[in-house]
């Protein structure tokens, strides 16, 4: 009788630390350790479940797959073959958050007999993951990489088994990123260091001003132009880092419907009433599109500004009437002697 409740307490001790492993469980990383878990709900596997300790001795890797998931089904064949093909030295485990009975049929149909775990979530607990297909390597019972099914080559595999692989490119998630929120913004999916190529445009920002073109902190080719107007962020197109400047105003034509889109000049810029006609702009380049910039620029310029307002500026070369100076003497004529300037009109 006393054995019996010895055995019966050993059981549920047994049972309370599977539980705790499967609800508690930590995510692991490269070269961590794997707890010899219950696998449960494992078709394809005699007796519908397994310890990872069933596979000592081989390479395991483990393939988060879904039904839905266009490229997971599509490699299913072909880790079927990896299977065969290392027979007795790998073991390819799948695992699906479906139902054992759907993933039962659903394979069946494929003429996929690899085991797989269903209906658990543990696994994803060890291995946490925003997408599938995504592998896991499990090598001496230690985490050995973790990759996408690209890295599952027979080549790979070979490496891995004779210990010429040290080593897998690994795949990274990053869980705090928010697809509803712009990217880099606050460390959003990225950081500045990961910045190529940006064009941004905003409204009024309190407290800048200026811009200008040159080389930022990562090295890359900048044009800004701080809380300008429609008209001034355009005429910057055309004096910002140009051989020949064209943005002085007696070289620009103004629709007389955009000109009713600038701002009052007796207002400053910073007042509630016209905030709202002041924008800011910047375009950061490799410095191999530097010669580019300007263009760049002008067609963001008009593709927002267009959109809006249907503005669309251009360069053109026309016949214009102007005043000219002309040299009718030498030198030495044009000089004044006398201190101060003459003009003669007729």
Not at 95 to 106: E, L, P, R, Y
Not at 157 to 171: N, Y
């Amino acid at each position: 009788m006393k054995l019996t409740k010895y055995l019966a307490g050993t059981v549920i001790c047994v049972l309370s630390l599977q539980f705790y492993f499967q609800t508690q469980a930590q995510q692991l990383e490269i070269g961590d350790p794997v707890p010899d878990l219950l696998l449960e709900q494992v078709v394809n596997y005699p007796g519908g479940s397994a310890h990872f300790s069933d596979f000592d001795g081989k390479l395991i890797i483990i393939d988060f797959w879904e039904t839905w998931c266009v490229p997971c089904v599509r490699g299913l064949p072909h880790m079927q073959q990896l299977q065969q093909e290392f027979d007795g030295q790998l073991q390819v485990l799948l695992d699906s958050t479906k139902k054992a009975t759907v993933i039962d049929v659903f394979l069946q149909k494929k003429n996929i007999s690899l085991p797989s775990v269903t209906e658990g979530r543990y696994l994803i607990k060890l291995f946490p993951h925003k997408f599938v297909p995504y592998q896991v390597w499990i090598k001496d019972r230690k985490v050995f990489a973790l990759t996408t099914h690209e890295a599952v080559t027979a080549e790979n595999i070979r490496g891995v088994l004779s210990g010429k692989l040290s080593s897998l490119a690994e795949k990274k998630f990053d869980f705090n990123y928010k697809s509803a929120k712009p990217l880099l913004l606050d460390g959003n999916g990225g950081s500045a260091t990961d910045l190529q190529f940006r064009s941004l445009i905003t409204g009024y920002i309190d407290g800048i001003g200026g811009g200008g073109v040159g080389t930022d902190s990562l090295g890359l080719y900048k044009i800004r132009t701080l809380n300008g107007s429609i008209l001034q962020l355009y005429l910057s197109v055309f004096k910002l880092g140009v051989t020949t400047p064209l943005g002085h105003p007696n070289r620009c034509i103004v629709d007389p419907e955009v000109a009713k889109l600038m701002p009052p000049r007796d207002i400053p810029e910073y007042s509630p009433e016209v905030r709202d006609k002041y924008y800011c702009y910047e375009l950061i380049v490799p410095p191999a599109l530097k010669d580019q910039a300007n263009e760049l620029m002008l067609e963001d310029l008009n593709r927002f500004f267009g959109a809006l307002y249907r503005i669309n500026a251009k360069i053109e070369k026309r016949s214009m009437e102007c005043w000219a100076l002309k040299q009718t003497g030498s030198t030495e004529k044009l000089l004044s002697r006398s201190e101060k300037p003459r003009i003669d009109a007729d």
